[in-house]
């Protein structure tokens, strides 16, 4: 009773919807984050719908494989302008995925991986501790955290070494980057693939500065007045390619090589800072890289 | 709830944090240990002023003496396991077997 | 006592209904009125997450913590003249608790479900929200400064001539910061931010997720009936009744709140801690120096 | 009413400062042993202290709170994912605790202890600030003032950069002449600083 009450409320609800940004989304999904009827969250654990917008290289199947196991069941799945990557959920070619996007939030995907335990508990030491004295080991199929250098304030503590990307939403679509983390300072970056093409849409300066002050925590209208560049560092290159598109101009300085640049920011600095270059520019900084 | 059954409570606390720390090993646990020792203070504190001093204010003085000690004894205790992680990456008891560097 | 504690859970629910049209006003999303209800039971309808090797107790307990802190903060607010949910004389230092206990839900929020991001949110919020929490502690005092009393009851009734936030301008302001903290808003909302991906809630889904939105509009409704209740008078007011005066002034703060919210920017954390120690403390103390000057005989 | 609260306040309290040397997780020990400030917080309530017993709530959970990060920081297993066992000399800590539990009993069991109830009607939070600010007022302030050299103390101990550069690199002081040795006392043997002891 309660329940079909619950669920005749539910109908009229937005559909909460994960956006993996393939080659050349960017824009369009930019274009989706004020149609009503639909929300874009930022987490899939938030979302009902997976929306593929624009072509996934085939090296990150296995990550929109997991991505996709992360939405909670009952989920669907859009491919839009993207060649489906395995078989669940529907294409879309045309501009509008939202009638696709209705029809997936009545869906309900398979798994497309199988769900796997944790790697069972491996202790050895006499107290069931998975390291020989009390730190390090691999007690769940992975490594205890151990200390390392800081290059902060010198307070060697336990680092974390983990990969982010592709598909982050804070981060530009497509990066993956090795990072190791001293709480969340950067201690050093490696460059695992570089963000999708993104084409002349993407380097709009309208659209570049949504993505950053989005990162603020505010919507674009209106941004200056709200001192939306007092709350950047003076002089740092962020406050001005910020200044520069909401002026309207297009940024022309081109990033540094990640691994130079990122280490010793805080991550949402980091953050910032990779939101702050055009697109293009930051895939051309990660390419010769990935080349060598 | 009488003045021993408080005392009580307040005992039972104090020999838990002493068996904290004289046995725990890493510094930041051997505090936790003095912590509940000055908890069972507070206690046995709240229950005199409460039951034998009749409300005199120097009882509620002495507990708010005993919240500052507690403050500068975390402050001072937490500023020296940095400082001595900083010098000998050690946060436990055995490691530090003199105070020189 | 039974009474004002049981119009508060009454008032509770649609008053967080309200919270959460505030939020929608202006935002370009449609229907107002019903979405918050809408999307609310499409949550609660989903089922909740797993996540590996987690402290299960915890994830469990935040939301409800986080709901239960803003109920007792809630219930030192005077309803009207001697009506007040607990009548304790040391109302302003519960509330005080009350905060602190905030950052402590917030961090095992995050804490709790053993993954990066929202661990980065619950480490940052720790950090930002300690002095944001020292800084109302300092504008609290002001407020109990003219009534000569930490009773809640006590700093309305000494507002009878003269509210306080026409006597302490900055008391108000400087109460809003720890507003939009601990109910995780804009420019403070270090704990579940955008750049995050959804902070401390990134791994929650379906009912935990709805819970956690609960509490988090019930704690702007309770900050925002203790700023109406310390700054502007409380149920203090001509005409009306002072419980309608109580819910105008309430549903003012809020409105103001979630508006600041969206108004100001989310600096970097460093930044922002900067900003936090040099200015607004410094700020807080003068105020709280002016009071003391003021109510000298 | 109030017996019963007082018994479940204190059997929360004892049992949390228990689990607080029994958990493997770092984060749930610094928060049980904060579950057992509130419970001692709560029973002054009862014991008519309204102030001093939410303060020590309000207090002890900013204080858990620190303690909690410094724990994560610095213990190898914060989250207790892993089995760990970090005592020394046990059997006699827990004859200590024992002890000290058995002796504190017989001297409240044994002692005659002064009977005399807070008065009905007393405003006692009034009392303690005019007592803070009266009588006492030189106890407050010195409280203050050591706090405020606490603050500056830990801040130096803590930091990074040490009176005389880098603390993880010496930290010595300058010669006297230029070039020649450090001025102040010399370590006996040798001084160099050394990553031992891990």
């Known amino acids: 009773m309660a329940m079909n009450w619950l669920s005749a409320l539910a109908r009229g609800a937005e559909i909460p919807v994960f956006a993996v940004v393939g080659a050349q989304g ?95 508990w491996q202790g050895m030491g006499p107290h069931g501790q998975g390291g020989r004295g009390m730190m390090g080991g691999n007690p769940y199929g992975r490594p205890m955290a151990m200390t390392a250098d800081d290059i902060r304030d010198g307070l060697a503590l336990d680092v974390y070494n983990a990969r982010f990307g592709p598909f982050l939403p804070m981060l530009p679509p497509g990066l993956v980057l090795d990072l190791t983390l001293q709480g969340d300072v950067i201690v050093s970056v490696s460059v695992v693939s570089p963000p999708f093409e993104q084409g002349m849409q993407g380097d709009a300066p309208d659209l570049c500065a949504a993505r950053m002050l989005r990162l603020m925590g505010i919507a674009p209208r209106a941004a200056r007045a709200r001192g939306a560049l007092l709350a950047l560092p003076k002089g740092s290159g962020t406050r001005r390619r910020l200044a520069a598109w909401l002026r309207g101009q297009t940024v022309t300085e081109r990033p540094s090589p990640l691994p130079e640049a990122l280490p010793g920011l805080e991550w949402a600095e980091a953050v910032l800072w990779l939101a702050s270059f055009l697109p293009s520019h930051l895939r051309a900084a990660c390419m010769p890289r990935q080349a060598a | 709830m009488t003045l021993v059954s408080v005392l009580i409570v307040a005992a039972a606390l104090i020999g838990i944090g002493l068996y904290g720390a004289l046995s725990q090993q890493s510094f930041v646990m051997l505090m936790m240990g003095l912590e509940l020792m000055l908890n069972g203070a507070i206690l046995a504190m709240m229950g005199f002023w409460s039951f034998s001093l009749g409300g005199a204010p120097e009882g509620q003085l002495l507990a708010i003496i005993v919240m500052a000690v507690m403050a500068v004894e975390m402050a001072v205790g937490f500023a020296l396991v940095v400082a001595v992680y900083r010098k000998r990456q050690a946060d436990m008891t055995e490691s530090l077997t003199t105070m020189k560097h | 006592m039974i009474a004002a504690t049981l119009i508060l859970l009454l008032a509770l629910p649609p008053l967080v209904w309200v919270a959460a049209m505030f939020d929608r006003i202006g935002a370009g999303r449609g229907t107002v009125v019903m979405g918050p209800l809408q999307n609310g039971a499409a949550l609660v309808l989903r089922p909740n997450t797993e996540t590996e090797a987690p402290d299960r107790l915890n994830r469990l307990l935040a939301p409800g913590w986080y709901l239960a802190l803003a109920l007792v903060g809630l219930s030192v607010v005077p309803l009207a003249e001697d009506v007040v949910a607990s009548e304790i004389s040391t109302g302003l230092v519960l509330w005080g608790a009350c905060e602190a206990l905030t950052v402590v839900v917030v961090f095992l929020h995050g804490w709790s479900p053993n993954a990066p991001l929202p661990l980065i949110g619950a480490y940052r919020y720790v950090a930002i929200a300690l002095p944001a929490m020292l800084l109302s502690m300092f504008v609290l005092i002001g407020a109990a400064l003219p009534a000569q009393s930490l009773s809640v009851v006590e700093v309305v009734e000494a507002q009878r001539e003269i509210w306080n936030v026409i006597r302490q301008p900055l008391g108000l302001p400087l109460f809003m910061a ?67 005066w109580l819910l105008l ?49 | 009413m109030t017996d019963a609260l007082f018994l479940a306040l204190s059997t929360l309290a004892i ?147 040490g009176r005389y550069g880098a603390s993880d690199t010496g930290s010595l002081p300058p010669g006297l002449t230029p070039g020649g040795e450090p001025a102040g006392r010399k370590p006996e043997n040798g001084g160099h600083h050394h990553h031992g002891g891990h």
């Open chain 1, 26 to 120: 960017l824009a369009p999904v930019e274009g989706l984050r004020h149609r009503p009827g639909l929300r874009l969250v930022d987490s899939p654990r938030h979302a009902r719908v997976l929306l593929v917008a624009g072509a996934v290289d085939g090296a990150h199947k296995t990550a929109l494989e997991r991505l996709h196991a992360q939405i909670p069941t009952p989920r669907g799945t859009v491919w839009w302008q993207a060649a489906p990557l395995f078989a669940r959920g529907q294409g879309v070619a045309g501009d509008d995925p939202l009638p696709a996007i209705r029809a997936a939030a009545g869906a309900d995907d398979p798994d497309q991986r199988p769900d796997v335990p944790p790697h069972p």
């Open chain 3, 249 to 297: 002034k309430t549903l003012a703060v809020m409105a103001a709140t979630v508006a600041a919210g969206r108004f100001f920017v989310r600096m970097p954390p460093a930044r922002m801690l900067t900003f936090l120690w040099v200015v607004l403390l410094p700020l807080s103390f003068a105020s709280l120096a002016l009071v003391g000057v003021e109510v000298l005989p």
């Open chain 3, 178 to 244: 720890l507003g939009l903290a601990i109910t995780l808003r804009g420019p403070f909302d270090y704990a579940d931010g955008a750049e995050l991906a959804g902070g401390t809630s990134a791994e929650e889904s379906g009912p935990a997720l709805a819970l956690w939105h609960f509490a988090r509009a019930a704690m702007l409704v309770a900050f925002s009936a203790m700023a109406a209740t310390a700054f502007l008078g409380g149920y203090l007011g001509p005409v009306l009744p002072g419980p309608a």
């Open chain 4, 15 to 161: 049992w949390s400062g228990w689990r607080v040397f029994r958990v493997d997780s770092m984060v749930r020990a610094s928060f049980q042993l904060m579950v057992s400030f509130i419970a001692v917080g709560l029973i002054a309530v009862l014991l008519a202290a309204p102030y001093i017993g939410i303060a020590t709530i309000f207090m002890m959970a900013v204080e858990m709170m620190v303690m909690a990060l410094f724990m994560v920081m610095f213990m190898m297993n914060p989250a207790g994912l892993n089995p760990m066992v970090m005592v020394h000399q046990h059997r006699f800590s827990i004859a200590a605790g024992i002890i000290a539990f058995a002796g504190l009993t017989a001297a409240v069991l044994l002692s005659d202890l002064p009977v005399q109830r807070v008065p009905e009607g007393v405003d006692v939070v009034r009392n303690l600030g005019h007592e803070l600010l009266g009588p006492s007022m030189l106890i407050f302030e010195t409280a203050g003032v050591t706090l405020l050299a606490t603050m500056i103390g830990a801040v130096v101990l803590s930091a990074h950069s």
